[in-house]
């Protein structure tokens, strides 16, 4: 059942479950982040190179909060949980697979569209590794967050948008960790933010199945 | 339909419920006991508790006080169907059918049996109450659980599919199943037992 549970998911991440668009959306959003900084900050080369890899972060940040909404509110209003746990699933496993649905349906995207964006912001090939390798690392703890985040706020009326505002500040350590690891030797960063991601997927199951459950009474 | 797999005896039993929704004590001392073919209809006004007896006799609410053991799996019919309104019926199902491993044969006749086998294409959300709540049945009996708990089930439906659910619990129950219904609206149980919330209320 778990897998079926997980293949759902996927599909409704990737399809936008019948609403707004899928996981393309936050890739095309990511990317017009990109094409918009050098219009910004105009075309002083060394200065995009010095910002590029922090705003590919921010960028990141901000995608993956776009299928918030997606994540907990709508299976709970239509009694998917429910029937999980009538069926004996536990919710902690529902999450895990929430989890590992939300990260591939938005990390990898977003890692091949880092290159664009590396190009636009004419960075090293050296940077651009820096920056993929910080988004593997970083990326996971941000699907974490989200589907924490996202089940906690479930049950409440316009839990969505509270659930954006409250992953921002959240998503900080893995932010400074994930940015951090750009600069030259960061590799501490890079290493500290796939620490705090580790912690983030191992705790959040368990915080995103008690908030279900919460939800539920 | 097939005769349904061999059960163990199913029962459930609830010891002494009491239930408290916001600050308001909707029942108290409520006990019932049901064993493999028999059936109870629960009964009461709006907002006495129904739903919330069924949602604490399926596990998802805690009671305030009382006990719950059940033998057999439960199957929960409620006002949340549980089927993904952008999918065509067939695939919602599909999905309900791949948790339970539900063969797709059996599928099909639960479908023809609840009315919805011409409406497998059509995406739930076009889907009218009554056909809603059909497909939502054939969710709920689809996996072969002993025991159905049916929340109104009879919202929405016209004469036929009313006489429809009464044949399909009738025949639950003769196979050795228990059904609890709640429903304001008269529904022919096997047995005709009957449960007044009222007579609990706090």
Redesign the interface.
Known sequence: MWLAILRRDLAMLLTGGGRRGGALLPVLFFLSVAILLPFAIGPDASMLARTGGGIVWVAALLASILPLDRLGEPDLEQGFFDQWALRGMAEEWIMAARIAAHWLTFAPLLMLAALPAAALFDLSADQLWRIELGLLAGTPGLAALGVMIAALTAGLRGGAALAGLLLLPMAVPILIFGAGGLQQNGEGGTALAGAVSLLLVAVAPFAAGAAIRAARE | MEPAAPMTQPSIIAERLSCVRGDRMLFAGLSLRLSGGEALQLTGPNGVGKSSLMRIL?????PLSGDIRREG????L?E????????PLGRALD??A???RVPADRMAEVARATGVADLLDVPV?YLSTGQRKRAALARTIA?HAPIWLLDEPLNGLDSASVAMVERLAARHCKQGGICIAASHQPIALPGGHRLDITDFAA
């Open positions: 399926a596990g998802l609410l805690r799996q439960t199957a929960l409620d949340r169907h549980a089927l993904e309104a952008h999918l999905f309900w791949r948790c339970d959300r996996g």
